[in-house]
T-cell receptor
Framework: AQSVTQLGSHVSVSEGALVLLRCNYS??????LFWYVQYPNQGLQLLLK??????LVKGINGFEAEFKKSETSFHLTKPSAHMSDAAEYFC???????????FGKGTLLTVNP | EAEVAQSPRYKITEKSQAVAFWCDPI?????LYWYRQILGQGPELLVQ????????DSQLPKDRFSAERLKGVDSTLKIQPAELGDSAMYLC??????????????FGPGTRLTVL
């Protein structure tokens, strides 16, 4: 069975600062990893995904994540935070015969002016 | 741009009443998911359809929850009777036919249910 742990339920950064949201996973099969963003009272939007190949994955809105198998991590970063990045971010792993998504508990990102 | 539609967006009901949520996936998407998201947590899968067939309903509380996708297009999730603990966001997502580990699931805006 697969699982996801997101370290830090709440991260606060200043506008222009580095954003780092941490995600560790557990999977019995090669992992397929996703980051989704959720704005208040909205559904989830895909930021980026890792399947195979290059371990540094670039997504929308300037976000990127690096798959590190040795550390079982898939941390999300953005060099410079913008006010519009304030949202909740979910890391997820796919597994099982029905390609079921298992989500972490989420990290709420606030951006201070 | 194609989107997953859900209605209603908000629902307030009293304990023991029946509620129903509707989802219309992106046209042509064969796979449909219903998730429940409790405040402060990530979404958890309730039920997955492939066309009109249920693929996974292992986490669906079948004593009070039911889901159907009769024609393999839109879907309805019902709760009867609603309990206080059912207060949550209910999200619908869809994915193309032949979905595998690579495929993105497209999420609707959700229905926020409050049970009083």
């Amino acid at each position: 069975a697969q699982s996801v742990t997101q370290l830090g339920s709440h991260v606060s950064v200043s506008e222009g600062a580095l954003v780092l949201l941490r995600c560790n996973y557990s999977s019995s099969v090669p992992p397929y990893l996703f980051w989704y963003v959720q704005y208040p009272n909205q559904g989830l939007q895909l930021l980026l995904k890792y399947t195979t190949g290059a371990t540094l994955v670039k997504g929308i809105n300037g976000f990127e994540a690096e798959f590190k198998k040795s550390e079982t991590s898939f941390h999300l970063t953005k060099p410079s935070a913008h006010m519009s990045d304030a949202a909740e971010y979910f890391c997820a792993v796919v597994g099982g015969s029905n390609y079921k998504l298992t989500f972490g508990k989420g990290t709420l990102l606030t951006v201070n002016p | 741009e194609a989107e997953v539609a859900q209605s209603p967006r908000y629902k307030i009901t009293e304990k023991s009443q029946a509620v129903a949520f509707w989802c219309d996936p992106i046209s042509g998407h064969a796979t449909l998911y219903w998730y429940r998201q409790i405040l402060g947590q990530g979404p958890e899968l309730l039920v997955q359809f492939q066309d009109e067939s249920v693929v996974d309903d292992s986490q669906l509380p079948k004593d009070r929850f039911s889901a159907e996708r009769l024609k393999g297009v839109d879907s309805t999730l019902k709760i009867q009777p609603a309990e206080l603990g059912d207060s949550a966001m209910y999200l619908c997502a869809s994915a193309p036919r032949g979905s595998n580990y690579n495929n993105e699931q497209f999420f609707g805006p959700g229905t926020r249910l409050t049970v009083l």
